[in-house]
C-alpha cells in the first residue's frame, strides 16, 4: 500500500463530525454526522469495487471478493465509527480506515483469496447515544433481543425506533450473523487505549481478552427546595449522596489496585451525571448519575459493585435520601480465541500480549462464538475518549501491515 492511501482517507475522515469548539468528535449513531461517516466509508468501498451490505439493525459490511468466490467462511475485519461524546479520532476508525488500507496492501500482494474478506462497520459501538454499548452487534448476535432495543430512548427522550426512522431508515431489529457470512474469524484492529505498548516500546500488540464490565445508573431521590432559605438540619440533598457515593467508588476502585500488571486491578467511573431541577439556588430534587465499573474477573466486579452500592445506600440513610439502581449492561469476560491467536504469532511473530480494559464489537462476536482477535497499535499517552487520543502515523501504517499479514495468513 502506498502511505498515500492512508494518509487519504485518514485526511478525508477527519473532518465529519468533528466540533470545532472542542476538537472532539461528535458521531452519534443514527445523527446526520455518523451518517456522513457512513457516506465515506460507502464511497470508499464503491472505489474499491467492494460489495456493500447491510442489515436492519445499521451494521453494513463491505465485501471484497475476487474471482468466483461462494460467500461462506468469511474472514471479517473493521471495527466503529461512531464516538464517545467528544471522543478522539481513532478510537473505532482506525480499524475501520486500516482494513481498507489492508485491502490496498493484499492487492499490491497479488493476493488470490480462498475465501472472502468482509470490513465490518458496527452501529453505536460506545452506547453514546442509547446507553448500551455495542449496540449493533448485540442485536447482531441476539445478545440484545429487538423488544428490548425498541424501548431505548436517547437523552432527548427519542426512542431508537424513531431515531432510525428520522434518517430515513426502516428499523428491522433482529440476529443478523449471517450478513457476516458463516465468518470463520474476526480480526478487530484498534488504538491501545492504554500505555502498555508505550511501556514496552512496540508498535502493536495483540489482545488476550476484555475485563468484564457495566454500567449501572443509580438514582438519588431528596427534596427540592430553596438554597438559602432551607435550613442545612431540613435539607434532604440528593447531591450529598452522590457526591459521597462517587468519592467512595473511586476510593474502592483504587484499593483494588492489587499487583502491577495490566490485568490487576479495578475501575470505577461516574462520567455522566444529571440534576433535576439543575438550578443554582435550588437543592436537587433528583440526581442521575452513571457508574462505569470494570475489574479483572467477574467476582471481583460484582464485589466492587456491591460494595459501592452498599455504601451508597448507607450514606442515603443519613441523608435522608433514598437511591434506586439499575444495571443498564453488564458484559461478562471474553478470552480472545487461542488458536486463532497461535496462527496469527506464527504469522506476526511474538507481539505483546495485553487483555483490555475497554468493551469492543470482538468481544461480543467472541461470546457469540466467533473465532475472534484483537490487534492494538500503540498510544503513546494513553489517552483515549478524549480528543487528545493519538498514534504516531508510523505506527497506523505498521498496524495497516500487521493486519495485512493477518488477513493474508486466514484468506489464503
Ligand atoms: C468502549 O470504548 C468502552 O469500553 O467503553
Ligand atoms: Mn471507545
Ligand atoms: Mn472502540
Same mark, same amino acid.
Given at each position: 500500500?502506498?502511505?498515500?492511501?492512508?494518509?487519504?482517507?485518514?485526511?478525508?475522515?477527519?473532518?465529519?463530525?468533528?466540533?470545532?469548539?472542542?476538537?472532539?468528535?461528535?458521531?452519534?449513531?443514527?445523527?446526520?454526522?455518523?451518517?456522513?461517516?457512513?457516506?465515506?466509508?460507502?464511497?470508499?468501498?464503491?472505489? !474499491?469495487? %467492494?460489495?456493500?451490505?447491510?442489515?436492519?439493525? $445499521?451494521? @453494513?459490511?463491505?465485501? +471484497?471478493?475476487? *474471482?468466483?468466490? =461462494?460467500?461462506?467462511?468469511?474472514?471479517?475485519?473493521?471495527?466503529?465509527?461512531?464516538?464517545?461524546?467528544?471522543?478522539?479520532?481513532?478510537?473505532?476508525?482506525?480499524?475501520?480506515?486500516?482494513?481498507?488500507?489492508?485491502?490496498?496492501?493484499?492487492?499490491?500482494?497479488?493476493?488470490?483469496?480462498?475465501?472472502?474478506?468482509?470490513?465490518?462497520?458496527?452501529?453505536?459501538?460506545?452506547?453514546?447515544?442509547?446507553?448500551?454499548?455495542?449496540?449493533?452487534?448485540?442485536?447482531?448476535?441476539?445478545?440484545?433481543?429487538?423488544?428490548?432495543?425498541?424501548?431505548?430512548?436517547?437523552?432527548?427522550?427519542?426512542?431508537?425506533?424513531?431515531?432510525?426512522?428520522?434518517?430515513?431508515?426502516?428499523?428491522?431489529?433482529?440476529?443478523?450473523?449471517?450478513?457476516?457470512?458463516?465468518?470463520?474469524?474476526?480480526?478487530?484492529?484498534?488504538?491501545?487505549?492504554? !500505555?502498555? %505498548?508505550?511501556?514496552?516500546?512496540?508498535?502493536? $500488540?495483540? @489482545?488476550?481478552?476484555? +475485563?468484564?464490565? *457495566?454500567?449501572? =445508573?443509580?438514582?438519588?431521590?431528596?427534596?427540592?427546595?430553596?438554597?438559602?432559605?432551607?435550613?442545612?438540619?431540613?435539607?434532604?440533598?440528593?447531591?450529598?449522596?452522590?457526591?459521597?457515593?462517587?468519592?467512595?467508588?473511586?476510593?474502592?476502585?483504587?484499593?483494588?489496585?492489587?499487583?502491577?500488571?495490566?490485568?490487576?486491578?479495578?475501575?470505577?467511573?461516574?462520567?455522566?451525571?444529571?440534576?433535576?431541577?439543575?438550578?443554582?439556588?435550588?437543592?436537587?430534587?433528583?440526581?442521575?448519575?452513571?457508574?462505569?465499573?470494570?475489574?479483572?474477573?467477574?467476582?471481583?466486579?460484582?464485589?466492587?459493585?456491591?460494595?459501592?452500592?452498599?455504601?451508597?445506600?448507607?450514606?442515603?440513610?443519613?441523608?435522608?435520601?433514598?437511591?434506586?439502581?439499575?444495571?443498564?449492561?453488564?458484559?461478562?469476560?471474553?478470552?480472545?480465541?487461542?488458536?486463532?491467536?497461535?496462527? %496469527?504469532?506464527?504469522?506476526?511473530?511474538?507481539?505483546?500480549?495485553?487483555?483490555?480494559?475497554?468493551?469492543?464489537?470482538?468481544?461480543?462476536?467472541?461470546?457469540?462464538?466467533?473465532?475472534?482477535?484483537?490487534?492494538?497499535?500503540?498510544?503513546?499517552?494513553?489517552?483515549?475518549?478524549?480528543?487528545?487520543?493519538?498514534?504516531?502515523?508510523?505506527?497506523?501504517?505498521?498496524?495497516?501491515?500487521?493486519?495485512?499479514?493477518?488477513?493474508?495468513?486466514?484468506?489464503?
Amino acid at each position: 500500500m502506498r502511505s498515500t492511501s492512508f494518509e487519504a482517507m485518514w485526511k478525508d475522515l477527519a473532518a465529519l463530525g468533528r466540533d470545532p469548539r472542542t476538537g472532539g468528535y461528535r458521531r452519534y449513531a443514527w445523527t446526520p454526522a455518523l451518517r456522513a461517516c457512513e457516506s465515506w466509508f460507502t464511497d470508499e468501498a464503491g472505489r !474499491r469495487g %467492494l460489495t456493500l451490505e447491510a442489515d436492519g439493525n $445499521g451494521n @453494513a459490511v463491505a465485501w +471484497w471478493r475476487p *474471482g468466483p468466490l =461462494r460467500l461462506e467462511g468469511g474472514v471479517i475485519t473493521g471495527s466503529h465509527l461512531d464516538s464517545v461524546p467528544d471522543g478522539g479520532a481513532y478510537d473505532g476508525p482506525l480499524g475501520v480506515v486500516s482494513a481498507l488500507a489492508a485491502v490496498d496492501v493484499l492487492c499490491e500482494r497479488g493476493v488470490r483469496p480462498s475465501r472472502p474478506l468482509g470490513i465490518a462497520v458496527f452501529i453505536e459501538e460506545e452506547g453514546a447515544r442509547f446507553g448500551l454499548s455495542c449496540l449493533g452487534s448485540r442485536l447482531m448476535t441476539g445478545a440484545l433481543a429487538a423488544d428490548q432495543a425498541n424501548l431505548l430512548r436517547d437523552a432527548d427522550g427519542t426512542q431508537l425506533p424513531e431515531a432510525v426512522a428520522a434518517m430515513g431508515l426502516e428499523p428491522r431489529f433482529g440476529p443478523s450473523l449471517d450478513l457476516l457470512c458463516d465468518p470463520v474469524a474476526f480480526v478487530e484492529l484498534h488504538i491501545e487505549q492504554g !500505555r502498555a %505498548l508505550a511501556d514496552v516500546d512496540a508498535p502493536v $500488540g495483540l @489482545a488476550t481478552g476484555i +475485563w468484564p464490565h *457495566g454500567r449501572w =445508573r443509580f438514582t438519588f431521590t431528596g427534596e427540592a427546595n430553596h438554597a438559602g432559605t432551607t435550613r442545612m438540619a431540613d435539607r434532604r440533598d440528593p447531591m450529598l449522596t452522590y457526591a459521597m457515593t462517587a468519592l467512595a467508588a473511586n476510593k474502592r476502585a483504587r484499593l483494588a489496585e492489587t499487583g502491577t500488571g495490566e490485568g490487576s486491578g479495578a475501575r470505577a467511573t461516574f462520567g455522566r451525571v444529571e440534576v433535576a431541577p439543575n438550578g443554582v439556588n435550588a437543592i436537587a430534587g433528583t440526581v442521575t448519575a452513571w457508574l462505569d465499573a470494570r475489574a479483572a474477573d467477574e467476582t471481583a466486579l460484582q464485589s466492587l459493585v456491591d460494595d459501592i452500592m452498599r455504601q451508597a445506600h448507607d450514606r442515603a440513610a443519613r441523608d435522608g435520601t433514598t437511591l434506586a439502581v439499575v444495571a443498564e449492561s453488564v458484559t461478562p469476560a471474553v478470552a480472545f480465541d487461542e488458536r486463532l491467536r497461535a496462527r %496469527l504469532v506464527r504469522r506476526l511473530g511474538d507481539l505483546p500480549m495485553l487483555p483490555t480494559q475497554a468493551g469492543h464489537d470482538a468481544g461480543i462476536l467472541a461470546t457469540a462464538g466467533v473465532p475472534a482477535a484483537m490487534l492494538f497499535v500503540r498510544n503513546p499517552t494513553g489517552v483515549s475518549h478524549s480528543p487528545t487520543e493519538y498514534a504516531d502515523p508510523a505506527d497506523c501504517l505498521a498496524g495497516v501491515h500487521a493486519l495485512a499479514d493477518a488477513l493474508e495468513e486466514l484468506l489464503t
